[in-house]
């Protein structure tokens, strides 16, 4: 993973050649929401694939999983992206593995209130070892 401090005048487009990795990438690891309105001195994360595979007609997340020997959860970890869609599109390109990817185990643990944006709880559970409802209440007593 590499850190890039944007620079004045610098744009996605030249930022992902700089690093040989595509615009969409760039924009969707960093979930840029105006390319063309980057700020000076802002960072992007730079995460450079490894393995990637192309969207077959009849892939499933499950049998990419399969075929590469990792899980479904790892697949999401490296595309969050997918977490909240139903379809992966043939032609499209997934990450299986990122270079320089660190060996280990770290445990995550999260809470959410009972009310959380379920869009916003699929997004964060692929990074979550645990996650517990943090939900209290009040009575007349106390």
């Known amino acids: 993973m ?6 004045s005048g610098e744009s996605t487009n030249e930022i992902a050649k700089k690093y ?3 615009e969409e990438r760039l924009i969707l690891d960093n979930e840029i929401q105006n390319p063309n309105n980057l700020a000076i001195g802002e960072t992007l994360i730079i995460l450079i694939p ?12 499950y049998g990419i999983a399969n075929l590469y020997g ?9 595309n969050p992206y997918l977490s909240g869609r139903n379809y992966i599109y043939q032609g499209e390109i997934i990450v299986i593995s990122y270079e320089n990817e660190k060996v280990g185990k770290l445990s995550t643990y999260g809470y959410a209130y009972p009310y959380i944006n379920t869009d916003v709880l699929k997004k964060t559970l692929p990074f979550l070892t645990y996650i517990t409802v943090y939900s209290y209440s009040f009575t007349a007593e106390g």
């Not at 990792?70 to 490296?78: A, K, P």
């Open 2 to 7: 590499i850190i890039h401090v944007v620079q």
């Open 50 to 61: 490894q393995v990637t595979h192309i969207v077959q007609e009849g892939d499933t997340l």
């Open 70 to 78: 990792i899980t479904v959860l790892q697949l999401l970890r490296n």
């Open 20 to 22: 040989g990795v595509s």
